[in-house]
C-alpha cells in the first residue's frame, strides 16, 4: 500500500503515520504538510530514518504539487486542518480555506484516479452542542464556532463526491483526543506543561462543559481500522465513552502531577461554547475496534510523557505562542499568577 497522509506532521497524523510505519511493514507512507504554526517536524524526528518515509512541505489547496502526490497513491488520509476552536473565533479564513478548498482540491484529483480511497477526518464538533442523547452517524449537522462550521463544509463536500461520481470516500469523526505531540494550545497539554511550568490552569466558564476524551493511538487505531476494513461512503463515530467534565479532568491533571486545586483559575467563558459532546460508536465497535486502556492510565502516561519531553514543548511556547497566551489567557477576565 502507498499512502498519503495529508497534515502529518500535527498531532494526530504523526501519530497515525507511526502506527502505520510500525505496523504495516510493507507499506510506504507519504507526509504532506503546510508546516503551519501547528505542524512540527520534530514530531516525525523518529520516523525520518525509514525508507517506507518521505515528506514534502506543501500545501492541499495547491493544485499542481498534489497532482503529483495523489495519482500514485492506493489511500489519501486528510488530517490537514486549523484545528483551534479559540483562534476560529479571531478569523476564520484558514480554516475554511484548507477544510473546504483543500479537499476540493484533492477530490478534483481523484475523480481522475478513483481507485484511490479518500478518508475525510472529521470530528464530533459536527452534529454541535448535545443537552442530552448522542449523535449518531444520522444526527444532523448543527456546527456552532467557525471551526465546526470549517470541518462540516469539508464532510458534506467529501460526501458530495460520493454521490456524485461514485469515489471511495469516508469519514471519521472522533472526540477529543489527547496524549503525545499535541500543540500546547489544546487544553490538557496546556494544563500539563503550564503546571510543569509553575503556572495555573485557565478553566473556561464554570468548568462543567463536557468531552469525551479518546486517546490518540486509540483514535489512529480507528482510522486504520476503517481504512482497511470501512465500507465506502461510510461515517464512522470514533468515542471511547470518556464524558466527563472540564473541571474533573482538571483536578485529574492536578492529582497526577501533585499539584493543589488552588492553582485553578475560572476565566471568562468561550465565547459559543459547546456544552457537551457525545457520540454513538457502536458503528466503529461492530469493525471490531475498542479503546485499548482504562482513560486513569492513557492521561497518566499522557502526563509522563510531557513531563519527560520538555525539549519538545518548551520550544513550541516560547516566541509567538506568548504573545498568543497573552492575549488569550493573561487578559482574560479571572487570571492571575
Ligand atoms: P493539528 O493542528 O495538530 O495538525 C494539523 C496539521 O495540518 C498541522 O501539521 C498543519 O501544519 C497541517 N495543515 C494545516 N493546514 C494545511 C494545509 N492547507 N495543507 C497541508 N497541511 C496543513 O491538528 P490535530 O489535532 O492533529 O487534528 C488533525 C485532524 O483531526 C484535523 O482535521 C482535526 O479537525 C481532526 N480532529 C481533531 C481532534 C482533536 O481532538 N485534536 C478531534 C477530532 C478531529
Ligand atoms: O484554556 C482552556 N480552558 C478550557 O477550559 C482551553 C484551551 C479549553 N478549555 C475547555 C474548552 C473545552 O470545553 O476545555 C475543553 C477542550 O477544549 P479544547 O482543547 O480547545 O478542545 P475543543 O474545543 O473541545 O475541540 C477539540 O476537540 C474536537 C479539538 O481542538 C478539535 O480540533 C476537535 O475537532
Known amino acids: 500500500m502507498n499512502v498519503l497522509v495529508t497534515g502529518g506532521a500535527g498531532f494526530i497524523g504523526s501519530n497515525f503515520v507511526r502506527l502505520l510505519l510500525h505496523q504495516r511493514p510493507d507499506w510506504r507512507v507519504t507526509v504532506l504538510d503546510k508546516l503551519t504554526y501547528a505542524g512540527n517536524p520534530a514530531n516525525l524526528d523518529d520516523l525520518k530514518t525509514s525508507s517506507r518515509f518521505t515528506f514534502y512541505k506543501g500545501d492541499i489547496c495547491d493544485g499542481s504539487l498534489m497532482e503529483k502526490l495523489i495519482p500514485p497513491q492506493d489511500a ?47 470530528t464530533d464538533e459536527v452534529y454541535g452542542s448535545l443537552e442530552e442523547g448522542s449523535a449518531t452517524e444520522a444526527s444532523p449537522l448543527v456546527p456552532r464556532n467557525p471551526y465546526s462550521a470549517s470541518k462540516a463544509g469539508g464532510d458534506l463536500l467529501a460526501l458530495s463526491y460520493k454521490e456524485s461520481f461514485g469515489l471511495d470516500v469516508l469519514i471519521t469523526r ?67 465513552g470518556n464524558e466527563m467534565p472540564n473541571i474533573t479532568v482538571t483536578k485529574m491533571i492536578l492529582e497526577a502531577l501533585n499539584q493543589p486545586e488552588s492553582m485553578i483559575r475560572m476565566v471568562e467563558d468561550r465565547p459559543g461554547h459547546d456544552r457537551r459532546y457525545s457520540l454513538v460508536s457502536d458503528k466503529m465497535r461492530l469493525l471490531g475496534w475498542k479503546p485499548e486502556a482504562a482513560f486513569r492510565d492513557q492521561l497518566e502516561a499522557t502526563v509522563a510523557w510531557y513531563r519527560e519531553n520538555p525539549v519538545w514543548w518548551e ?3 516560547s516566541g509567538a505562542f506568548k504573545e498568543y497566551y497573552r492575549k488569550m489567557y493573561e487578559e482574560r477576565k479571572g487570571y492571575y499568577e
Open 76 to 122: 489519501v488520509v486528510n488530517f490537514a486542518a486549523e484545528t483551534h476552536v479559540d483562534r476560529s473565533l479571531t478569523g476564520a479564513d484558514d480554516f475554511l480555506r484548507t477544510a473546504v478548498l483543500g479537499t476540493n482540491t484533492m477530490l478534483e484529483i481523484i475523480q481522475r484516479h478513483p481507485a484511490i480511497r479518500y478518508i475525510q477526518i472529521s
Open 174 to 240: 472522533s472526540s477529543n483526543n489527547f496524549g503525545p505531540y499535541q500543540y500546547p494550545e489544546k487544553v490538557m497539554p496546556l494544563f500539563i506543561t503550564n503546571l510543569l511550568e509553575g503556572k495555573p490552569v485557565p478553566l473556561y466558564g464554570d468548568g462543567l462543559n463536557i468531552r469525551d476524551w479518546l486517546f490518540v493511538e486509540d483514535n489512529c487505531h480507528a482510522i486504520l481500522t476503517v481504512l482497511e476494513h470501512g465500507a465506502s461512503g461510510h461515517i464512522y463515530n470514533i468515542g471511547a
Open 315 to 317: 520550544s513550541l511556547k
